[in-house]
């Protein structure tokens, strides 16, 4: 059995843990009560979201 994963496989495992962390980063953003902190999660948020987008149009091509 070969321990290698397949393209599609790997697109999709980084989409969905990218995509929790925006979910996570934009929670993160609206419950600290430090506004630095929280600008760079909110910063942090935004730029995970160009992340699965691109991982996600890569992904879809594999479809």
Do not use: H, P
């Not at 980084?14 to 999660?41: G, H, P, Q």
């Not at 909110?42 to 091509?61: D, P, V």
């Amino acid at each position: 059995m070969s321990d290698k994963m397949n393209s599609r496989d790997c697109l999709q495992r980084a989409w969905m843990n990218t995509m929790e962390l925006v979910r996570d980063f934009e929670m993160y953003s609206k419950k600290i009560d430090d506004d630095e902190v929280s600008c760079l999660f909110k910063r942090y948020a935004e730029e995970q979201g160009i992340q699965a987008s691109n991982l996600r149009e890569m992904y879809n091509r594999y479809r």
